[in-house]
Protein backbone atom coordinates (compact mmCIF):
# COMPACT_ATOMS: atom_id res chain seq x y z
CA UNK A 1 0.00 0.00 0.00
CA UNK A 2 1.45 3.46 -0.69
CA UNK A 3 2.70 5.50 2.14
CA UNK A 4 0.96 8.58 3.60
CA UNK A 5 2.50 11.42 4.60
CA UNK A 6 0.46 14.28 6.59
CA UNK A 7 0.33 17.71 5.28
CA UNK A 8 0.01 19.96 8.82
CA UNK A 9 -0.41 23.43 6.48
CA UNK A 10 -3.55 23.90 7.71
CA UNK A 11 -2.62 23.42 11.40
CA UNK A 12 -0.83 26.34 11.04
CA UNK A 13 -3.95 28.13 9.38
CA UNK A 14 -5.81 27.99 12.73
CA UNK A 15 -2.85 29.00 14.77
CA UNK A 16 -2.26 32.06 12.32
CA UNK A 17 -5.62 33.19 12.41
CA UNK A 18 -4.98 34.40 15.42
CA UNK A 19 -1.51 35.40 15.37
CA UNK A 20 -1.44 32.54 18.60
CA UNK A 21 1.05 29.79 20.08
CA UNK A 22 -1.43 26.87 18.76
CA UNK A 23 -2.69 24.85 17.66
CA UNK A 24 1.47 23.87 16.89
CA UNK A 25 1.67 21.97 14.04
CA UNK A 26 4.99 20.17 15.28
CA UNK A 27 2.23 18.53 17.83
CA UNK A 28 0.03 17.55 15.04
CA UNK A 29 3.10 16.20 13.00
CA UNK A 30 4.29 13.67 16.46
CA UNK A 31 0.50 12.69 16.80
CA UNK A 32 0.42 12.01 13.24
CA UNK A 33 3.31 10.08 12.80
CA UNK A 34 2.39 8.08 16.04
CA UNK A 35 -0.39 7.71 13.99
CA UNK A 36 0.78 5.57 11.45
CA UNK A 37 2.06 8.41 8.94
CA UNK A 38 5.24 7.67 6.53
CA UNK A 39 6.02 11.37 6.95
CA UNK A 40 5.10 14.98 7.57
CA UNK A 41 4.90 17.23 4.22
CA UNK A 42 4.50 21.25 5.28
CA UNK A 43 4.32 24.59 2.44
CA UNK A 44 6.44 26.91 3.43
CA UNK A 45 4.87 29.68 1.21
CA UNK A 46 6.58 33.03 0.10
CA UNK A 47 3.94 35.08 2.42
CA UNK A 48 4.09 32.79 5.32
CA UNK A 49 0.55 32.42 5.42
CA UNK A 50 0.46 29.44 7.58
CA UNK A 51 3.68 27.84 8.08
CA UNK A 52 6.34 29.60 9.30
CA UNK A 53 10.55 29.47 9.39
CA UNK A 54 10.81 27.92 12.60
CA UNK A 55 8.10 25.48 12.10
CA UNK A 56 9.99 23.56 9.79
CA UNK A 57 13.55 23.97 11.69
CA UNK A 58 11.61 22.62 14.85
CA UNK A 59 9.93 19.90 12.14
CA UNK A 60 13.48 18.77 10.92
CA UNK A 61 14.22 17.97 14.34
CA UNK A 62 11.26 16.28 15.56
CA UNK A 63 10.08 14.19 12.11
CA UNK A 64 11.11 10.74 13.01
CA UNK A 65 10.33 9.68 8.91
CA UNK A 66 10.84 11.82 6.06
CA UNK A 67 10.17 15.66 6.06
CA UNK A 68 8.57 17.08 2.52
CA UNK A 69 9.18 20.47 2.01
CA UNK A 70 7.00 21.90 -0.44
CA UNK A 71 8.08 25.19 -1.65
CA UNK A 72 8.64 27.46 -5.14
CA UNK A 73 12.01 27.50 -7.03
CA UNK A 74 12.66 31.25 -5.38
CA UNK A 75 16.36 31.78 -4.72
CA UNK A 76 14.68 32.59 -1.15
CA UNK A 77 13.70 29.04 -0.76
CA UNK A 78 16.40 27.46 -1.74
CA UNK A 79 18.60 28.90 0.72
CA UNK A 80 16.21 28.01 3.00
CA UNK A 81 16.18 24.19 1.93
CA UNK A 82 20.11 24.13 1.63
CA UNK A 83 20.09 25.21 5.47
CA UNK A 84 17.41 23.29 6.72
CA UNK A 85 17.77 20.13 5.07
CA UNK A 86 14.16 18.49 4.92
CA UNK A 87 14.59 15.06 3.70
CA UNK A 88 12.83 15.87 1.06
CA UNK A 89 11.82 19.01 -1.39
CA UNK A 90 8.54 19.23 -3.67
CA UNK A 91 8.75 22.15 -5.98
CA UNK A 92 5.59 23.70 -6.54
CA UNK A 93 4.23 26.34 -8.67
CA UNK A 94 3.13 29.12 -6.59
CA UNK A 95 0.86 32.42 -7.34
CA UNK A 96 0.30 35.09 -4.25
CA UNK A 97 -3.13 35.46 -4.60
CA UNK A 98 -4.07 31.61 -4.67
CA UNK A 99 -5.83 29.95 -1.88
CA UNK A 100 -4.06 27.01 -2.41
CA UNK A 101 -1.87 25.55 -4.72
CA UNK A 102 -3.77 25.86 -8.70
CA UNK A 103 -1.91 23.34 -10.61
CA UNK A 104 1.46 21.45 -11.52
CA UNK A 105 4.55 23.46 -12.26
CA UNK A 106 5.01 24.09 -16.10
CA UNK A 107 8.14 21.61 -17.25
CA UNK A 108 7.29 22.51 -20.76
CA UNK A 109 7.81 26.36 -20.12
CA UNK A 110 9.91 25.78 -16.80
CA UNK A 111 12.16 23.09 -17.50
CA UNK A 112 15.40 24.59 -17.45
CA UNK A 113 14.57 26.37 -14.04
CA UNK A 114 13.28 23.46 -12.53
CA UNK A 115 16.48 21.66 -13.61
CA UNK A 116 18.69 24.13 -12.30
CA UNK A 117 17.04 23.94 -8.68
CA UNK A 118 16.96 20.31 -8.77
CA UNK A 119 20.07 20.35 -9.24
CA UNK A 120 20.97 22.20 -6.30
CA UNK A 121 19.12 20.62 -3.84
CA UNK A 122 20.22 16.77 -4.94
CA UNK A 123 24.03 17.86 -5.09
CA UNK A 124 23.15 18.79 -1.29
CA UNK A 125 22.04 15.68 -0.71
CA UNK A 126 17.90 16.78 -1.00
CA UNK A 127 15.74 14.33 -2.28
CA UNK A 128 13.94 16.01 -5.16
CA UNK A 129 10.10 15.72 -6.67
CA UNK A 130 8.10 18.09 -8.74
CA UNK A 131 4.36 18.49 -8.87
CA UNK A 132 2.93 17.91 -12.06
CA UNK A 133 -0.53 17.82 -13.93
CA UNK A 134 -1.45 13.85 -15.06
CA UNK A 135 0.28 14.80 -18.60
CA UNK A 136 3.02 12.43 -20.62
CA UNK A 137 4.84 15.72 -21.90
CA UNK A 138 5.22 16.54 -19.06
CA UNK A 139 6.90 13.39 -17.56
CA UNK A 140 8.26 13.09 -20.59
CA UNK A 141 10.32 16.44 -20.08
CA UNK A 142 11.33 15.71 -16.88
CA UNK A 143 12.56 12.39 -17.78
CA UNK A 144 15.24 14.50 -20.08
CA UNK A 145 15.64 16.85 -16.97
CA UNK A 146 16.46 14.29 -14.83
CA UNK A 147 20.34 13.03 -16.29
CA UNK A 148 21.77 10.78 -13.32
CA UNK A 149 19.89 12.51 -10.76
CA UNK A 150 16.85 10.38 -8.37
CA UNK A 151 13.95 12.48 -9.10
CA UNK A 152 10.53 11.74 -8.26
CA UNK A 153 7.07 13.42 -9.05
CA UNK A 154 3.67 14.41 -7.33
CA UNK A 155 1.29 13.75 -9.50
CA UNK A 156 -1.98 16.74 -9.02
CA UNK A 157 -5.31 15.11 -8.71
CA UNK A 158 -7.01 17.94 -8.14
CA UNK A 159 -8.67 17.62 -11.32
CA UNK A 160 -9.45 13.77 -10.50
CA UNK A 161 -10.60 14.88 -6.64
CA UNK A 162 -13.04 17.44 -7.83
CA UNK A 163 -14.56 15.17 -11.07
CA UNK A 164 -17.96 13.54 -10.46
CA UNK A 165 -19.34 10.55 -12.24
CA UNK A 166 -17.71 9.12 -15.49
CA UNK A 167 -15.15 12.35 -15.39
CA UNK A 168 -13.16 11.05 -12.29
CA UNK A 169 -12.36 7.52 -13.98
CA UNK A 170 -11.29 9.41 -17.08
CA UNK A 171 -8.98 11.39 -14.55
CA UNK A 172 -7.98 8.52 -13.00
CA UNK A 173 -7.10 6.96 -16.06
CA UNK A 174 -4.87 10.26 -16.63
CA UNK A 175 -3.46 9.01 -13.43
CA UNK A 176 -2.37 5.80 -14.05
CA UNK A 177 -0.85 6.36 -17.08
CA UNK A 178 1.63 9.04 -15.70
CA UNK A 179 2.57 6.97 -12.54
CA UNK A 180 3.15 3.96 -15.63
CA UNK A 181 5.12 6.38 -17.73
CA UNK A 182 6.98 7.85 -14.90
CA UNK A 183 8.33 4.63 -13.44
CA UNK A 184 9.07 3.20 -16.86
CA UNK A 185 11.19 6.57 -16.75
CA UNK A 186 13.06 5.52 -13.80
CA UNK A 187 11.05 8.15 -11.67
CA UNK A 188 9.59 7.77 -8.60
CA UNK A 189 5.98 9.01 -8.21
CA UNK A 190 3.67 10.27 -5.54
CA UNK A 191 0.31 11.80 -5.88
CA UNK A 192 -1.79 14.40 -3.53
CA UNK A 193 -4.13 17.38 -3.56
CA UNK A 194 -7.89 17.28 -2.59
CA UNK A 195 -8.04 13.89 -1.76
CA UNK A 196 -10.15 12.21 1.32
CA UNK A 197 -11.67 9.49 2.04
CA UNK A 198 -14.20 9.27 -0.67
CA UNK A 199 -11.86 9.24 -3.08
CA UNK A 200 -8.66 8.10 -2.07
CA UNK A 201 -8.93 4.47 -2.76
CA UNK A 202 -8.77 4.29 -6.21
CA UNK A 203 -5.48 6.27 -6.11
CA UNK A 204 -4.14 4.29 -3.61
CA UNK A 205 -4.50 1.53 -5.61
CA UNK A 206 -2.14 2.42 -8.50
CA UNK A 207 0.88 0.47 -7.49
CA UNK A 208 2.99 2.55 -9.06
CA UNK A 209 2.38 5.14 -6.35
CA UNK A 210 4.89 5.36 -3.11
CA UNK A 211 3.45 7.85 -1.58
CA UNK A 212 0.02 10.04 -1.63
CA UNK A 213 0.50 13.76 0.17
CA UNK A 214 -2.99 14.54 2.22
CA UNK A 215 -3.50 17.70 4.21
CA UNK A 216 -7.24 19.47 4.05
CA UNK A 217 -9.00 16.72 4.53
CA UNK A 218 -7.10 15.24 7.43
CA UNK A 219 -7.10 18.40 9.47
CA UNK A 220 -10.78 19.10 8.75
CA UNK A 221 -11.89 15.40 10.05
CA UNK A 222 -9.17 16.27 13.07
CA UNK A 223 -11.55 19.10 13.67
CA UNK A 224 -14.70 17.34 13.94
CA UNK A 225 -13.51 14.35 15.09
CA UNK A 226 -11.95 16.41 18.52
CA UNK A 227 -14.87 18.69 18.84
CA UNK A 228 -16.34 16.74 21.54
CA UNK A 229 -13.00 15.96 23.83
CA UNK A 230 -12.50 19.60 23.37
CA UNK A 231 -15.60 20.68 24.94
CA UNK A 232 -15.71 18.06 27.51
CA UNK A 233 -11.87 19.16 28.55
CA UNK A 234 -13.56 23.11 28.44
CA UNK A 235 -16.59 21.82 30.90
CA UNK A 236 -14.39 20.16 33.67
CA UNK A 237 -11.72 23.12 33.24
CA UNK A 238 -14.75 25.00 33.77
CA UNK A 239 -15.99 22.83 36.80
CA UNK A 240 -12.87 22.81 38.86
CA UNK A 241 -11.91 26.43 38.90
N1 LIG B 1 0.45 18.33 -2.78
C1 LIG B 1 0.74 19.63 -3.03
C2 LIG B 1 1.81 19.96 -4.00
C3 LIG B 1 0.04 20.66 -2.37
O1 LIG B 1 0.34 21.93 -2.62
C4 LIG B 1 -0.95 20.30 -1.43
C5 LIG B 1 -1.68 21.37 -0.68
O2 LIG B 1 -0.80 22.05 0.15
C6 LIG B 1 -1.20 18.95 -1.20
C7 LIG B 1 -0.50 17.97 -1.91
C8 LIG B 1 -2.22 18.48 -0.22
O3 LIG B 1 -3.49 18.82 -0.69
P1 LIG B 1 -4.73 18.71 0.30
O4 LIG B 1 -4.50 19.70 1.40
O5 LIG B 1 -5.88 19.05 -0.58
O6 LIG B 1 -4.78 17.31 0.82
Same mark, same amino acid.
Given at each position: MAHLSVNVDHV????? /????????? !?? #? #? +?IAEQAGASGITVHL?????????? @?VRTLRQVVHGKLNLEMATTDEMVSFALDCKPDQVTLVPE???EVTTEGG??????????? +? &? %???? %????????????? @????????SQIRGD????????TDSYSTARGAGRDTELAKIIEVAEL??????? !?? %?????? +?????? !???VPQIEE????? /????? /? &?????? #?? !?REMLTAMATS
Amino acid at each position: MAHLSVNVDHVATLRQ /ARQADYPDP !VE #A #A +TIAEQAGASGITVHLRSDRRHIQDQ @DVRTLRQVVHGKLNLEMATTDEMVSFALDCKPDQVTLVPERPEEVTTEGGLDLLGHGDEVG +T &V %AKRL %ADNGISVSVFIDP @DPRQIERLSQIRGDLTLGFEINTDSYSTARGAGRDTELAKIIEVAELGMENGLL !VY %AGHGLN +TDNVGA !VAAVPQIEELNIGH /AIVSR /A &VLFGME #AA !VREMLTAMATS
